[in-house]
């Protein structure tokens, strides 16, 4: 059977909702806590979301680095640090496609070490949307029980019912008066600096590499030929346009991205098949982005947190609970042990100490 290349229906703008339950927390603790562009945000992503669309004929999710989006909400970060990771790691994404040195870093990272990172995350957005969560504890609930109603329901998304909820909610306290700002807004012209960017390598960078290359690499590349066979895509090509995408989109005020198993499964699962839904949702990000960029900052500053809240704790469950797959006494201990020495003090501290220790124990056994 023939895969029609682009589609544009309800179905695909459906999926193309997949994996906004991850995209959408992130990015309104970006905009209101980190104070990133508004139109700078939404335009770069829509940008990308078309290029996506055009080059892979396929729907092919676009999130932020969940590592260093995580790791800069918790901490507040300035929007300077933020893209200057973001070209960072884009410098690491075309020397890894150039050299091709993703076998050997595949083959030498352990799954229980790359676990361990995505249970200190979940660990650390869980605190994040605690803080969130108790400023409205009522509403928070409410959100939570929508989230648990409708997370599988392909036509009624959660993040669609929680933001609606939320809209409900400022027209009844009398808060969208006077907040709705239509006016044509360009994305700015932003900066890095070598400073921020070694920074940032170091603060989280390195241990968001390995998670990158696993999550949005080569799980995202096994489940494009589960779900698509005829149009097999390479692990080089992902790094490929990672590394275009993340060395020209922090000059214009785009967050760090990446793809990711958890959206193209979220994609695929609300009715995504075709490239259609990432130029859908390119589309309508790059209209709120041109035209509503100052209403969008407006709504997010009176927007219900809670229900953020709600948001991230589900997508908090949703990281720790991929630590499941690991089965053995000695990579629970690693998986556990890097968690922890992430929490405690930063991730790259975690990742090295994880794959010392892994190696360590795989030594001593007889």
Not at 75 to 99: A, E, N, R
Not at 147 to 156: C, D, G, Q
């Amino acid at each position: 059977m023939k895969i029609r290349e682009f589609e544009f229906n309800l179905r695909e703008l459906a999926g193309s909702m997949g994996d906004f339950g991850t995209l959408l927390p992130l990015a309104i603790g970006y905009i209101v806590v980190n104070g990133l562009n508004p139109a700078g945000f939404l335009i770069m992503m829509g940008l990308v979301n078309i290029f996506l669309g055009l080059v892979y004929k396929l729907p092919m999710p676009l999130q932020p680095k969940k590592t260093v989006a995580t790791v800069a909400i918790a901490q507040g970060w300035s929007p300077s640090l933020i893209y200057s990771t973001g070209f960072g790691l884009g410098l690491v994404w075309l020397f890894l496609y150039f050299t091709d040195l993703i076998r050997i870093i595949v083959k030498y990272t352990p799954k229980s070490v790359t676990r361990g990172i995505t249970l200190a995350l979940g660990f650390t957005l869980f605190l994040t949307g605690f803080e969130f969560f108790k400023t409205d504890i009522l509403i928070g609930i409410a959100a939570i029980l929508i989230i648990l109603i409708f997370r599988k329901n392909t036509r009624l998304p959660a993040a669609i019912l929680l933001f609606l909820m939320g809209f409900v909610i400022l027209v009844f306290k009398g808060q969208l008066k006077g907040i709705i700002d239509i006016g044509f807004t360009l994305p700015p012209i932003t900066t890095v600096s070598i400073k921020d960017i070694f920074t940032g390598m170091i603060l989280v960078g390195i241990a968001q590499i390995p998670l990158t290359l696993t999550n949005a690499v080569i799980a995202v590349t096994a489940l494009l030929k589960d779900y698509f066979p005829e149009k097999p895509v390479s692990e080089r090509k992902l790094l490929l346009n990672m590394g275009i995408v993340n060395t020209i989109v922090p000059f214009f005020g785009g967050f760090p991205m990446c793809h990711g198993a958890g959206g193209l499964a979220g994609q695929y699962t609300f009715g995504a098949r075709t490239g259609g839904a990432n130029i859908i949702e390119g589309t309508i990000e790059i209209s709120l982005g041109l035209f509503l960029s100052k209403s969008i900052l407006n709504l997010f500053s009176v927007f219900p947190m809670s229900i953020v809240g709600a948001m991230l704790f589900y997508v908090s469950y949703e990281l720790a609970k991929l630590a499941r797959d690991i089965k053995s006494k000695s990579e629970i201990f690693v998986m556990l042990l890097t968690a922890l020495i992430s929490i405690v003090s930063n991730m790259a501290i975690g990742f090295i100490t994880g794959i010392i220790v892994f190696n360590i124990i795989k030594k001593l056994r007889p």
